[in-house]
Nanobody
Framework: VQLVESGGGLVQAGGSLRLSCAAS????????MEWYLQAPGNQRELVAA???????NYADSVKGRFTIARDDAKNTVSLAMNSLKPEDTGVYYC??????????????WGQGTQVTVSS
């Protein structure tokens, strides 16, 4: 399984970015997909998640501003980020959690993409 994130960059506060996570080796539609943020000096924290059933969940800090979505045809998961704040700065990681077919149980991480929000 390989996950490749893209879409990070530098943006001013109040701006928007859209991150994408492309998966290979399995299907995002059969997996639970999550986005994490690792801010400087902090541990990785869950930002948004979408289950294989399509149920979404968000950290309180991003509710109403971020949207996670899945494109089964492209085998990708995206994170649309609006009204960005300086505290959204950090490396964003995509995580895939498989619970069964076709690859069995396991967790996989992407390499991360840097997001920097300037004030």
């Amino acid at each position: 399984v390989q996950l490749v994130e893209s879409g990070g960059g530098l943006v001013q506060a109040g701006g928007s970015l859209r991150l994408s996570c492309a998966a290979s080796g399995t299907f995002v539609s059969l997996s639970d997909m999550e986005w994490y943020l690792q801010a400087p000096g902090n541990q990785r924290e869950l930002v948004a998640a979408i289950t294989s059933a399509g149920r979404t969940n968000y950290a309180d800090s991003v509710k109403g501003r971020f949207t996670i979505a899945r494109d089964d045809a492209k085998n990708t998961v995206s994170l649309a980020m609006n009204s960005l704040k300086p505290e959204d700065t950090g490396v964003y990681y995509c995580k895939l959690r498989s619970t069964g077919w076709p690859i069995g149980q396991g967790e996989y991480w992407g390499q991360g993409t840097q997001v920097t929000v300037s004030s």
